[in-house]
């Protein structure tokens, strides 16, 4: 049990980190992936 209790904290915040992560990947995400889209249109246009 005492691994459990001690494991649980790390986990939740492991999970925070990650959750934060993603966000700030998402953010940047989606503008580079419409630039490449515009890159690859512009070159088949």
Not at 15 to 31: D, N
């Amino acid at each position: 049990m005492k691994r459990h209790i001690t494991t649980c904290p790390f986990s939740r915040s492991s999970l925070r980190r990650l959750g934060e992560w993603r966000k700030s990947v998402g953010i940047r995400t989606p503008s580079d992936n419409n630039r490449l889209g515009a890159m690859q249109e512009h070159q088949a246009r």
